[in-house]
């Protein structure tokens, strides 16, 4: 009988939304979206943890589009040879988003560069966030031992049909 390894994490949502909050809120600040809309979004990314769901949330602020991705959904792997179904981190992603007349203008690109950067590194040094660069994404991470309240590895057997 073969078997998978089956790793069920439990995150703690409160510590989530609190890192949550303050990410959507200086990140609206320094990169000058509309203060409207950070009860809407941070009400969206409550409902979401509250639901355990995946649901992706989107918006726009000026320079860059962001989303959050929910808790993410088990996904299988192969490691070191053996079949383990893991989800990944809930995370934040920043899209670099730039009109072509902003990207004309450096002064207008180094702020966006300045706030993003001003950002990122709030949340990793306060809050522990993992901040990952990749082309004009930058992602950051809840790390599963800062923001899990409990990772349990399970052993299941797959059945075959």
């Known amino acids: ?4 390894e089956l790793e069920i994490v439990r995150y703690d949502t409160e510590k989530i939304l609190k890192a949550s909050k303050a990410f959507v809120s200086a990140h609206n600040e320094h990169m000058g979206g509309a203060e409207a809309s950070v009860p809407r979004i941070l009400h969206a990314i409550s409902a979401v943890l509250d639901a355990g769901r995946s649901s992706r949330i ?6 860059s589009i962001v989303s959050f991705s929910g808790i993410p959904p088990i ?3 192969i490691e070191d040879s053996q079949l383990v179904y893991k989800g990944k981190s809930p995370h934040f992603i920043l899209e670099e988003e730039v009109e072509a007349e902003v990207r004309a203008d450096s002064w207008q690109m180094d702020r966006f560069a300045e706030a993003r950067h001003l950002v990122t590194t709030t949340m990793h040094d306060v809050y522990g966030l993992e901040v990952v660069q990749v082309d004009s994404l930058t992602i950051l ?3 599963k031992d800062q923001y899990a309240e409990s990772i349990q590895m399970v052993s299941a057997s797959i059945l075959n049909r």
């Open 1 to 4: 009988m073969r078997t998978a």
């Open 58 to 63: 989107t918006w726009r602020v000026p320079g």
């Open 75 to 77: 996904l299988p792997l």
């Open 141 to 143: 991470n809840f790390p």
